[in-house]
C-alpha cells in the first residue's frame, strides 16, 4: 500500500501560480510513476502530467504544457506540481496517482490521494 496526501492547493488569481505537493508513504515511493489527475465538477478526472521512476522522463497533457512542471524528490517521498500562468479552467481537484503504468489511463495507476482544491479566479 501507498498513501498519499496533496497539499498546497487554494485560490489563486488568473496568471498566478501555485506549488502542489503531494506526500507518499507505505511501500518505497521511488518504485513507482507518479501522476496528477484534475477533475473538474461536471467533468470525468483528466489526466495532467507523470514522471517515471527516476524523474528523467514526463509527459504533459497538451492543455498544460509550457505552464506546468512536475517533478520528484525521492528521498523525500515528495511529488509537486509547480503551476504557472494560471487559467480560469485550471480549477478542479487535483489528485497525485502513483502506479506501475505510464501515461493518462486511470486505471495504469493504483494508488490516489485525496485530491486537494485550486481554484482560479478570472
Known amino acids: 500500500q501507498v498513501q498519499l496526501v496533496e497539499s498546497g492547493g487554494g485560490l489563486v488569481q488568473a496568471g498566478g501560480s501555485l506549488r502542489l505537493s503531494c506526500a507518499a508513504s507505505?511501500?518505497?515511493?521511488?518504485?513507482?510513476?507518479m501522476a496528477w489527475f484534475r477533475q473538474a465538477p461536471g467533468k470525468e478526472r483528466e489526466f495532467v502530467v507523470c514522471?517515471?521512476?527516476?524523474?528523467?522522463?514526463?509527459y504533459y497533457a497538451d492543455s498544460v504544457k509550457g505552464r506546468f512542471t512536475i517533478s520528484r524528490d525521492n528521498a523525500k517521498n515528495t511529488l509537486y506540481l509547480q503551476m504557472n500562468s494560471l487559467k480560469p479552467e485550471d480549477t478542479a481537484v487535483y489528485y497525485c496517482?502513483?502506479?506501475?503504468?505510464?501515461?493518462?489511463?486511470?486505471?495504469?495507476?493504483?494508488?490516489w490521494g485525496q485530491g486537494t482544491q485550486v481554484t482560479v479566479s478570472s
Open positions: 514522471i517515471s521512476w527516476i524523474g528523467t522522463s514526463t
Open positions: 507505505g511501500r518505497p515511493f521511488s518504485r513507482y510513476t
Open positions: 496517482a502513483a502506479g506501475g503504468g505510464w501515461g493518462p489511463p486511470t486505471s495504469r495507476y493504483d494508488y
